[in-house]
């Protein structure tokens, strides 16, 4: 059950849960889609909240995304890039747009200390459930050591790996 505050930003916004990744969102624009039915682009709005345990699971995508801070306490992002690098990025503050680069698995949570955030995403072409990837987290762990602790914290174990099996 959500506190009343995050019900109350929830109902403004018309977000609904966010299967297999987490939060509370609404899709709120995609582009003209194509022969395949993929948009020419797509954006949501999300929210993250501490007490609720709502965060964006580890997962990546095969195109960019960009991420837009819009109000609340600033979020963590974990990226693993697929050269191996790791780097958290906290958006809020001086950071309020982050481009994930495809192919990058990434997850996010109010930052230490706060409380709850709402943010967006935009992607050029379009996101399509098919293009969701969660992450595996003993992989994860095995591929990225030193961020072994962050990625148990954005994994869900029981999650499926593909919202299609969701």
Excluded: K, N
Aim: proline fraction near 8%.
């Amino acid at each position: 059950m959500l506190s009343e505050e995050l019900a109350d930003i929830a109902a403004q916004y018309g977000l609904e849960p966010l299967p297999v990744e987490g939060g509370l969102f609404r899709r709120t624009w995609a582009g003209p889609v194509d022969e395949t039915g993929r948009p020419a682009g797509s954006a949501i709005i999300i929210l993250f909240s501490v007490a609720d345990g709502l965060f964006s699971a580890m997962h990546r995508l095969p195109i960019d995304e960009v991420w837009h801070f819009y109000r609340g306490d600033p979020v963590e992002l974990l990226l693993l890039f697929p050269s191996g690098e790791a780097r958290v990025e906290v958006l809020g503050g001086p950071t309020v747009q982050l481009a994930v680069p495809a192919g990058t698995w990434m997850g996010a949570r109010v930052a230490a200390g706060g409380r709850w955030a709402l943010c967006g995403t935009t992607m050029a072409p379009g996101f399509v459930p098919s293009d969701y990837e969660g992450g595996e987290v003993d992989a994860l762990c095995a591929r990225y050591p030193t961020e072994a602790d962050r990625i148990r914290d954005l994994c869900r174990p029981d999650a499926p790996v593909r919202m299609s099996d969701a």
